[in-house]
């Protein structure tokens, strides 16, 4: 077994279309991003969200890209001005197919604004997609972690879920009887399934995620028809371990000698670890595909397990014994399973 971790602006006139007068211009342009189904995606600065906004973006979609900077959402549409449709089922990039949003989901005034402005700009539409991304991570033993680090990553991991979720919920339903309800699609992680050294912050976070994502299924399915996926992905190659290690190691820095010493050495394999998940994950774009399948099949799982080992080690985690589990794990982690006094 592998242990693993886990307004619009003006843009290039698409090939083939003649040059209109600018008001002509920006009546198809308006016209042609509201035919669009839109989704609203959360954490799109970098990594898993914004290679996710720019691919649905290629492939039709109207993305409301929410953004904690403008320079980030800025950043966003110009490269989504660049794309080329070259691959089967894209479509010409046009201006205002994607829309930043400034969105800090562990801020309710923020939040409303932001899903204020999209309703605005959905107009007769439902919202045809919702995908929960943002997210973070901080690496530490628990003993020695902060509360109010613990209590951040839980505000963006599982409260902004919830924040955004509710802040969207009327407008995933469908409001005509020719629409089809919105979806639900959260990020969650092999650390929902797997619990290791250091991640007890981040790995609570996302099992509470499962937990929130059962919950919407049966509260929100069999009433209005808005499907929720859980995606559960083992390492994916994006900035966050980068991010996450980074933040983590500055918490480490500041720390006491004595206090920090225990966990030194498990501290050192597990980022370790960590570091080898960043390098042989899957690329974000295969996370983007499996949420554009989630969106759009007409059957979409309830659960995507993907990643190198994914299936196989959640699938071992859910039906061994613990003490089995412990063992084949420990054994793993060397260091870790080393007495304290050693």
Not at 118 to 137: H, M, T
Not at 153 to 175: C, D, E, I
Request: glycine content about 8%.
């Amino acid at each position: 077994m592998s242990l693993r971790l886990q307004a619009p602006s003006q843009g290039r006139c698409p090939a083939g279309r003649a040059r209109l007068a600018p008001r002509a211009r920006s009546i198809i342009i308006l016209n042609a991003a509201s035919d669009r189904r839109a989704v609203l995606i959360t954490g799109t600065s970098t990594g898993i969200g914004k290679t996710t906004a720019l691919y649905l973006a290629r492939k039709g979609w109207q993305v409301f890209a929410g953004v904690r900077r403008s320079a980030d959402g800025e950043a966003l549409v110009a490269e989504a001005e660049a794309m080329d449709a070259d691959e089967e089922g894209d479509v010409p990039y046009e201006p205002g197919c994607v829309v930043p949003l400034q969105l800090d989901v562990t801020n309710s005034a923020s939040t409303a604004g932001a899903v204020g402005m999209l309703k605005a700009k959905l107009g007769d539409r439902n919202l045809s997609g919702l995908v929960n991304n943002a997210g973070k991570g901080v690496f530490l033993p628990l003993e020695i972690m902060p509360p109010d680090v613990f209590d951040d990553v839980m505000a963006v991991n599982v409260t902004g879920v919830v924040r955004v979720t509710q802040a969207a919920l009327p407008l995933l339903r469908k409001s005509r009887p020719d629409q089809q309800p919105g979806r639900i699609v959260n990020i969650g992680s092999y650390a929902g399934s797997i619990a290791l050294p250091l991640f007890g912050a981040y790995a609570a976070s996302k099992f509470a995620l499962e937990a929130l994502s059962d919950t919407m299924r049966y509260e929100l399915g069999p009433r209005w028809g808005i499907r929720t996926s859980l995606i559960k992905a083992s390492g994916v190659r994006t900035p966050i371990w980068d991010k996450s290690l980074g933040a983590s190691r500055q918490f480490m820095a500041v720390l006491e000698e004595p206090a920090l010493q225990p966990y030194n050495s498990m501290c050192e394999e597990i980022m370790d670890l960590a570091q080898q998940a960043d390098e042989n994950g899957i690329s974000p774009e295969e996370v983007a595909e499996t949420v554009a399948h989630a969106l759009s099949s007409p059957s979409p799982q309830t659960r995507y397990l993907i990643g190198n080992g994914a299936w196989l080690q959640m699938t071992a985690r859910r039906l061994l014994p613990d003490w089995v589990w412990d063992k084949l794990l420990l054994t793993k982690l060397r260091r870790t399973n080393k007495p304290a006094d050693e």
